[in-house]
């Protein structure tokens, strides 16, 4: 199966407890590398989060920010700090009685003092069966969030297979044409041998069967008729693992390494007009497909 691993997905999900927010972004990387951000208070929920993400995906980096707006606290704690406004309070009446300062002392001037007013949220009492509620919000929206993610992984990983099978059946027409011409090359050299032989036995005795011997040895190292079927076995397996049901990244680029080899077998060994460009274009087809496999997942 071919999926890219690049991907995002974007989910919110309200109901009367919370307003959950949840973003994933995966890119390409060789393994499966998690980033996750999750809210301090759902530490202990990170485990369940990573085996969620290990289940459905497996390559790629993958970075996941969870977001929680509880709608309901305990309101604002107002508190005064008592000692500081008396002080601050005597303090004035003497600046009063001395003439340097005039006017009483007011709200305003209090909550300009950040020691004189202290505001904070009051914590919620404890309510395990609220939390748990909140948890698995959170839990079912990830999974779709998740799922999300593979469906737009799946969709480029569609534009990926229609890319790579062209150029897979273009290495098909360029390997059958290597190995036409490289038979052609082989029959040539031969014939090429044969006559020297006879323009060399005008002048001189030579032995005719073991000149034929030597012949036929020479022509058999420019033979790729072993490297074709090793490159055709290769583009066979590629269509079997596309088909299947298993992530394939890795072996297709295992499989792209392997026929690259054989294409430069091909290059070294293979006598025959047009023998060069066809080499060559196949190690183009080999390169865009490298390429476009370090997408695949």
Known sequence: MIRSMTGFASLTH???QATIGITIRSVN?????????????????????????????SRGRVELAVSVHLRSTGGPSVELNAE????????????????????ALTPGDLLRLPQAVTIRER???????????LVASVETTLERAIAELGDMRAREGEHLRADLEGRRQSLVTLIEGLADAADAGRSALESRLHDRVREIGVQ??????????EIVRTAARSDISEEVTRFRAHLAH????????????????????????????????ADGLGV??????????????????????
């Open 14 to 16: 309200e109901d009367e």
């Open 238 to 269: 590629w269509g079997a693992l596309v088909d299947g049901d298993e992530p394939c990244g890795r072996k297709l680029d295992f499989l792209l390494q392997e026929m690259n080899r054989e294409v430069n077998t091909f290059g070294a060994k």
């Open 123 to 133: 914590s919620t009492e404890v309510d395990p069966a609220r939390d748990a509620q």
């Open 29 to 57: 990387h060789r393994f499966l590398d998690l980033q996750l951000r999750v809210p301090q208070f759902l530490g202990d929920m990170e485990t369940r989060v990573r085996g969620l993400l290990q289940k459905r995906l």
């Open 84 to 103: 500081l406004v008396k002080a601050l309070s005597a303090a004035l009446d003497d600046a009063r009685e001395q003439g340097v300062v005039s006017g």
């Open 276 to 297: 060069s460009e066809l080499v060559i274009n196949a190690k183009a087809e080999l390169e865009k497909m490298r390429e476009q496999v370090q997408n695949v997942e």
């Open 204 to 213: 001189l005795p030579v032995d005719e069967a073991m000149i034929t011997q």
